[in-house]
């Protein structure tokens, strides 16, 4: 092998200079390019959180957004060694592409739990009917939202089941009405059945005044006169005030000698004689 000094010089002034400076510059792109993008994010994150986005989409969207753009710097410093980086974009798009059919149910999840999370038709503690499920949102992630059921059961369901359907919250709302169907009988008083549930209601300070409760009624039925009753309570005493109204009415109308019919068939035995 020739090592004269010419040819050392022409080796170390065409190849070795050159690369080392390439080499130098691509990786002060990445170095320099990394400390921007940590900074863009990190402005990034400063702004979302301060518009009250929620803290999983912020931490999601700062995610996506690092590896992004370091992506494009590590492509641009590649590109400085001079590395044909045409190819390798293609080929990222190409399994991005093939990433997004693949998870296409993923993606639709994915996409319903930004549009929760930015709207925010419920919250952690609110109880819920979404799905055909009822319970109580212990948490909402960006693929999925699990509700705890009144028996303790925990439940997960995917956010597309949720966006995609009907979602009714039942803590939107500081107050509550209560929908009851009392029945009585043909032959009872309807005054007096009328006038008790009423001083049932008066007798629980639960109960708000106003909006006022409804007692009406309602439905001439095939075997009871049927009454309407809706009190208004505040969300939290739902479930307790309907229990004890429930029980409440039952016991008075005992106590009143009003009855609560139940459905009946009469049947009439005819007897044909037989020659």
């Known amino acids: 092998m020739d090592f004269s000094p010419e040819k050392i010089s022409t080796l170390i002034n065409t190849y070795i200079i050159p690369n080392t400076l390439n080499l130098l510059i ?6 320099i390019g990394k400390a921007v993008v940590k900074a863009i994010v990190n402005i990034t994150e400063k702004i979302m959180k301060k518009s009250n986005i ?4 912020v931490h999601f969207i700062a995610g996506i957004l690092n590896s992004t753009l370091l992506l494009f710097v590590i492509i641009a410093a590649l590109s400085k060694l001079g590395i044909n980086t045409t190819s390798l974009v293609a080929l990222v798009g190409a399994a991005g592409l093939a990433v997004g059919l693949s998870l296409q149910n993923s993606l639709q999840n994915f996409a319903a739990g930004i549009m929760l999370i930015t709207f925010r038709p419920f919250s952690a503690g609110d109880f819920v009917e979404v799905a055909g499920v009822m319970g109580v949102v212990e948490k909402i992630t960006i693929f999925s939202t699990l509700l705890r059921t009144g028996d303790n059961k925990q439940i997960t369901i995917p956010n597309g089941a949720i966006y995609g359907g009907v979602l009714i919250n039942y803590s939107s709302k500081p ?55 809706r009190p208004w309570v505040n969300n939290a005493d739902y479930w307790a005030v309907k229990f004890d109204l429930t029980e409440k009415i039952k016991l008075t109308f005992d106590q009143k000698g009003i009855s609560i019919p139940y459905p009946q068939m009469d049947v009439h035995v005819k007897q044909i004689k037989q020659n």
């Open 26 to 31: 691509a990786l002060l792109i990445f170095l």
């Open 175 to 229: 107050t509550r009405r209560i929908d009851m169907i009392v029945g009585i009988g043909y032959q009872d008083d309807l005054l007096l059945a009328k006038n008790t549930l009423k001083e049932i209601v008066d007798a629980d300070d639960r109960i708000l005044k106003d909006p006022e409760t409804t007692i009406a009624v309602a439905e001439l039925g095939s075997s009871s006169v049927n009454f309407v009753l």
């Open 54 to 57: 929620d803290e999983v989409l």
